[in-house]
């Protein structure tokens, strides 16, 4: 791949294209319940080969969720989840174990200061409220709908 003179990889054409789709830091992503009502949960997310990747717990309901239907919608979004565009349809598949590692180095390097700085104070927050803090041990791949 080539680089930039700061070293750091170009990215390809479509990842750029996908990159300018979704900006900022949260997604919001909106899986479908049995009976049709969405959950719209705000992750984190890198753009990489076409895709949106995202880790989450692998018994977390959104997992379930996908499992079941992989046609989901994204935008972006704000941390607290509030929507910053609109809705576009896409569908998810759960990678395989191996891609674990590099799914989460993609995430550290995008979100190195978030990590240390947040990541540490939402899982207080959880904790306190009486939530089990799970790994992020499933990693999900989404491929978003060309645009129109």
């Not at 240390?116 to 709908?145: H, K, N």
């Amino acid at each position: 791949m080539d680089t930039a003179t700061n070293d750091r990889p170009i990215q390809p054409p479509a990842d750029h294209a996908l990159a300018e789709r979704f900006r900022g830091k949260y997604l919001g992503l909106t899986t479908f319940k049995r009976d049709g009502a969405g959950v719209t949960t705000p992750v984190w997310f890198v753009v990489d080969d076409g895709q949106l990747l995202v880790l989450t717990a692998s018994r977390s309901f959104k997992v379930r969720r996908i499992r079941r239907n992989p046609d989901v919608t994204v935008a972006p979004c704000t941390a607290s989840g509030r929507l910053r565009g609109e809705p576009v349809p896409a569908r998810a598949r759960l990678l395989a174990a191996s891609e674990l590692p590099r799914v989460e180095q993609l995430l550290n390097r995008k979100y190195r200061v978030d990590r240390i700085l947040i990541l540490p104070i939402y899982r207080a927050v959880q904790r306190l409220r009486g939530v089990r803090g799970e790994a992020s041990d499933a990693a999900l791949a989404i491929t978003p709908d060309p645009p129109a």
